[in-house]
């Protein structure tokens, strides 16, 4: 079964990256949020290094962020290069803690090299309610509902944002990363923490 994937949270565990900076997330982080290809343009604004406020309990975690923008440690890459290769992209980044001098290894930015929207719309719970005209006034996933995926849509799948975003359009789902239970596996058996998976029904024939 499928599942979408959110933060967990924790703010003893939370992780802050330093995206003050308004130039900064406009040209770079916002578009990587979105999806949009990458450019030499784009990753000239990298920012280096990427520094992050740690958690004020443990270390740092090997996954973290929120929607569809994460950080991931270069064993949830392996990872996902086992069960799905040469799908998505990875942008290294130097990082460094605010207040340590510790050498965290190697961290990436994930960017999901698909986007399939599946939702099934008129049988999943929004914030405003279920179906059409809930999601007609907001998009939003119910994190405590039912989310109902087209599995003709996903077979064979790991790991996928639900939409492109674009620059002033909304774009529904864009923010949203979902994954398979094959994934979700390998990353719990590793005794990765960092996401939140909510289960989705699967619906076929759609």
Known sequence: MPYV???V?????????????????????FPLERGEPLTPELLAEKPDPYWVQGPRRGS?????GQFALWTIKENVKDIIEAIEPSVHKYIPVNLRVRGSSADWGQYFLL?????INA?????TDFAEGRGRAAYEQDWTLSPFGEIVLDGGLIEGRHLWRGNWGRKGESSPFFNYLF?????VDRIQRAGIAGWRFQ???LKQGC
């Open 5 to 7: 994937i959110s933060e």
């Open 9 to 29: 949270i924790d703010d003893e565990r939370y992780v802050v990256v330093e995206t003050n900076d308004a130039f900064i997330d406009e040209k770079f982080f």
């Open 60 to 64: 740092v975690p090997e996954i973290f």
């Open 111 to 115: 960017l999901p090299g698909q986007a």
């Open 119 to 123: 939702v099934v719309i008129d049988e």
């Open 179 to 183: 994954c398979s239970d094959g994934l």
């Open 199 to 201: 289960h989705c029904k």
